[in-house]
């Protein structure tokens, strides 16, 4: 079993639309990062989270501990955000840095 | 900023050559990570430094891969001889650790082809 799963793994949707990609692990860790990755190959850093809630835009990050999950929405979906979505958690400590990755979620909005 | 910079952006290679990718963090970040992404894999750390000192390399799947860090503008990572299996994305990350929840800054990949 991987550390780190995500689901879906391949997710549709319809421009507007409310979107949510879980992620779930298995091990303690000290942060959960949101990652996104276009088409054209970049890695973008959404969030770091280590606990409730984090905003950014029509972006939204859960967490909760004690569960080992998250969860990343989108509100009002739109064809830019097709991309991957990367879950990655982080152990703190001596560990720092090291993440280990999620499969991703690959998201396509159709207009 | 100019974020993380990576070279080259492609990489083409016949097997048994040396290559070498280059990767310049984020001016003032003390983390730097190289990671490599395939379609089996996924994303996977290979290693990274704190202030120029390799911090954990157990993800360097080999001795044909070896990484430096002589100071804190540059990074190599070194495969020789290189293999088709080798073929991947690797991307170089940089962070600036005030706490532990610092992001990563990615730089956009080097596609490495060998043939």
């Known amino acids: 079993k991987n550390e780190v799963e995500q689901s879906p793994q391949n997710l549709t949707a319809q421009e507007g639309e409310f979107i949510t990609i879980n992620c779930s692990y298995s091990v303690g860790i000290s942060a959960l990062h949101w990652l996104q990755q276009h088409p054209g190959g970049g890695i973008v850093s959404l969030f770091m989270?280590?606990?409730g809630k984090k905003k950014h835009g029509r972006l939204i990050a859960t967490i909760n501990i004690q569960e080992k999950h998250s969860s990343l929405h989108i509100t009002a979906s739109h064809p830019r955000d097709s991309a991957v979505y990367i879950c990655a958690v982080g152990a703190g400590g001596t560990s720092y840095g090291k993440l280990t990755f999620g499969q991703g979620t690959i998201l396509t909005v159709h207009p | 900023d100019a974020g993380v910079i990576q070279s080259p952006r492609h990489e083409v290679t016949e097997m048994g050559q040396e290559v070498t990718l280059r990767c310049k963090p984020i001016?003032?970040?003390?983390?730097l990570f190289w990671y490599r992404q395939t379609m089996m894999r996924g994303l996977e750390l290979l290693i990274y430094?704190?202030?120029?000192?390799?911090?954990?390399d157990s993800g360097m799947p080999e001795d044909r891969f070896s990484a430096k860090m002589p100071n804190a503008s540059f990074s190599t990572l070194k495969i020789q001889p290189s293999e088709p299996r080798d073929s991947a994305v690797y991307f170089c990350?940089?962070?600036?650790?005030?706490?532990?929840?610092?992001?990563?800054?990615f730089g956009n990949g080097t596609r490495l082809t060998v043939t």
């Open positions: 989270l280590s606990s």
């Open positions: 001016s003032g970040h003390d983390y």
């Open positions: 430094f704190n202030n120029n000192v390799p911090i954990d």
């Open positions: 990350a940089s962070s600036l650790r005030r706490s532990y929840n610092s992001p990563l800054h």
